[in-house]
């Protein structure tokens, strides 16, 4: 009679509890009315409940579609567990859930597993930092968690990973870690992770998993990334996911990174590559992702504002590119504030009165610039530029007063550039020769100050005269060069370029291009610099440091000349440019590349000398006439 009884009560029980469950699945609205009317039904049956619960929840483990009503279910299920522990002096409950849970999760049935892991998942991300519950079962749910996280299924491996995060940081566990560091790769080559659990290239298994995964695992790969905590082993991983194949994925990595790196936290070379991988992503989701990024955390946490602090952050002389995307970002989100009252003419400053009639009695005194500094003001000029020639365009295309209105903004374009750029050539002369001369360590400085050149205006003949001599000056200016402990110059920079260093050849080719901008007015001024530096070279005066700084100026006009006609008729002719300069500049280069290789295999012989007694004849083949 007390077992009958017993068994009614609990099916009555279960009526109730099912109710409840079945009213849950209305709304999200209600979920805080319906816990408390099943908290105070679990206080009247406290014995029987935790039996009647896991049942009456049983069916929910069997439905495989992902409705939305299940989804409140689980959730409403999911905040009791967890709240209970508050209201509650037993722990009784929620202890047996959990191991039904535990059970579930190692079920043969996907969709048990599914949503054992899932309401796991939940419970652990609700559950208040001091709920008592014993240690032996945080290690049962522990390391159940572990194992799901090979599972066969992308959605339970998600749910896994998401309930092991909230134990990353546990000093207990930091397998955990390792174990998700150690799942991240696995998941963007599933066939890795497939052979890792000896599923074979031939298996059905394997082909569908190859067609499905790549779909599937973009969650897990996402989960595992929100779920990894700061520190140096983390922010390569993380870092390395800015390149995964699914845009959420790099999306999260951003976020991520925003959140949990603050920008002194990572090096030069890893906050260059998150903004150039960021600013140049396909997906305007994940750009502006990490816009967000250099924004509100880098930019107006750690630099206040201030775009000059943050490109000191990324070292502009080595990261130019990235440097100069930071700055077109930045400028087109409007987060650049553009006045007239700082510009470049502050670094220009007149020790007399600046008058019209009386210019030679002022010597201009310069202040040298910092490489970002410098930076900062040419990307500023060239937007202002491409601004102008933007609404110059749109009012020529439109008519009436919007074509008005363009052509007023085109105009205020142009103005703020005039004030900001040096107010004359002279001073854009004497700015440059001030970095030039302060030395190599100004070298970046002085390269973006000539690429303002092309923004200046060299029509005027007075004006052209004064840049033209400047330009002189820059073709005959000789190769740097240090001297070492015996003695012997050392060239600075690739020895092929003017300068050496091809960015700077183009800089110089540039500003000469833009003074000389007359049909073949650039191939006579370079031919003739050519001409008297060429002139040592056919005497067979020249020393090698002049040999390289003629070539390296022939170079330079052979890639930017427009036409063989006009380099005809000049300073020097192309034949004689070819027999004087080219040819005997070749053959030298190759007698010392082939002196190099005789020492080279005379070195080698005294180290080796079985191989060179087995072929002694045939070293004497190679002579000097071979070359």
Known sequence: MGIARAVEDENLLIQKIATILEESKASYAI?????????????SQITLFSSAFTKTLTPLFLIQRRTASSERVIRFV????????????????????????????GAANKTARFRACHIISEIIMLLPDDAEVSSELWDEVIECMKLRVGDKVAGIRTFAI????????????????????????????????????????????????NILSPVKAREVRKTIVLSLPPSIATSQSIIDCTLDVNESVRKAAYCVLAKKFPLQSLSIKLRTIILQRGLADRSSAVSNECLSLMKDQWLSNCCNGDPVELLKYLD?????????????????????????????????????????????????????????????????????????????????????????????????????????????????????????????????????????????????????????????ELLHRPLEHETDDHGNKVVIGDGINLGGDREWSEAVSGLAKKVHGATGEFEEIVLRAIEELARPCRERTADFMQWMHA??????????????????????????????????????????????????????????PSVFSQGQNHIGLFTMSDH
């Open 31 to 43: 979920h805080n009315r319906k816990i408390k009317e099943l908290s105070s039904l679990r206080r």
């Open 316 to 472: 502009v002389e080595t990261y130019e590119l990235v440097g100069e995307s930071v700055m077109r970002a930045l400028l087109k989100a409007g987060l650049v504030k553009i006045h007239s009252d700082h510009s470049i003419r502050d670094f220009i400053t007149f020790s007399g009165d600046k008058t019209e009639g009386d210019l030679a009695s002022c010597s201009p005194s310069i202040q040298l610039m910092e490489p970002e500094v410098a930076l900062y003001w040419k990307t500023v000029c060239n937007h202002l530029q491409m601004e102008a020639q933007a609404k110059g365009s749109d009012a020529a295309a439109t008519m009436g007063t919007e074509a008005a209105v363009y052509a007023a903004e085109a105009s205020d374009k142009n103005d703020l550039l005039e004030k900001i750029l040096p107010e004359t050539v002279s001073d854009y002369v004497d700015l440059v020769k001030a970095h030039l001369n302060a030395g190599p360590n100004y070298c970046f400085v002085t390269r973006q100050l000539l690429l303002l050149g092309s923004l200046l205006d060299f029509s005027d003949a007075t004006i052209g005269k004064v840049a033209g001599v400047f330009v002189q």
């Open 162 to 209: 998401r309930a092991l995060a909230r134990f990353v940081n546990d000093s207990e566990n930091t397998d955990i870690l390792d174990l998700l560091l150690e799942m991240l790769p696995l998941e963007q080559n599933p066939n890795e992770f497939m052979e890792s659990f000896g599923i074979q290239n031939n298996d059905v298994i394997y082909k569908r998993w």
């Open 78 to 105: 999911s905040i009791f567990a967890s709240q209970l522990e508050s209201d509650d002096d037993d722990d009784s409950f929620l202890e047996y859930f959990l191991n039904f849970l535990i059970v579930a999760a």
């Open 551 to 608: 070539l390296a100026l022939t170079g330079l006009l052979l890639e930017n000349a427009k036409s063989f006609r006009l380099v005809q008729g000049k300073a020097i002719e192309p034949v004689e440019l070819l027999q004087s300069l080219l040819l005997p500049g070749v053959e030298d280069f190759v007698q010392l590349l082939f002196g190099k290789l005789l020492f080279g295999v005379s070195q080698w012989r005294k180290t080796v």
